[in-house]
Nanobody, 124 residues
Framework: QVQLVESGGGLVQAGGSLRLSCAAS????????MGWFRQTPGKEREFVAV????????SYSDSVKGRFTISRDNAKNLVYLQMNSLKPEDTAVYYC?????????????????WGQGTQVTVST
């Protein structure tokens, strides 16, 4: 069982930066691939980034590639999403998720555990 709690969301102007954090409970955190997703009202949850269990592999959606960076600290049970050059279209609730099975996954159905989400709002 893994419990996830996101933090770091807020209101930022376009072009600014935010760093989201996701704190995980449980001794097996380092065995999980971790993903970030986002969702806006009326739309499906959208893949943002994923990192494998040891941080050696990452993948990003085309919409954030080059602007966002996912990382993790297994000693602290934390995963991060550094978001730079933010755009109004990045406004969403951001969720972290944990996947205990082999292979990086870009669809929400591949994840076992989810946090409650943190709101990111990018103003013009």
């Amino acid at each position: 069982q893994v419990q996830l709690v996101e933090s770091g969301g807020g209101l930022v102007q376009a072009g600014g930066s935010l760093r989201l954090s996701c704190a995980a409970s449980g001794r097996t955190f380092s065995t999980y691939d971790m993903g970030w997703f986002r969702q806006t009202p009326g739309k499906e949850r959208e893949f943002v980034a994923v990192i494998n269990w040891n941080g050696g592999r990452t993948s990003y959606s085309d919409s954030v590639k080059g602007r966002f960076t996912i990382s993790r600290d297994n000693a602290k049970n934390l995963v991060y999403l550094q978001m730079n050059s933010l755009k109004p279209e990045d406004t969403a609730v951001y969720y972290c998720a944990a996947d205990g099975r082999f292979g990086l996954k870009m669809h929400p159905g591949g994840y076992d555990y989810w946090g409650q989400g943190t709101q990111v709002t990018v103003s013009t």
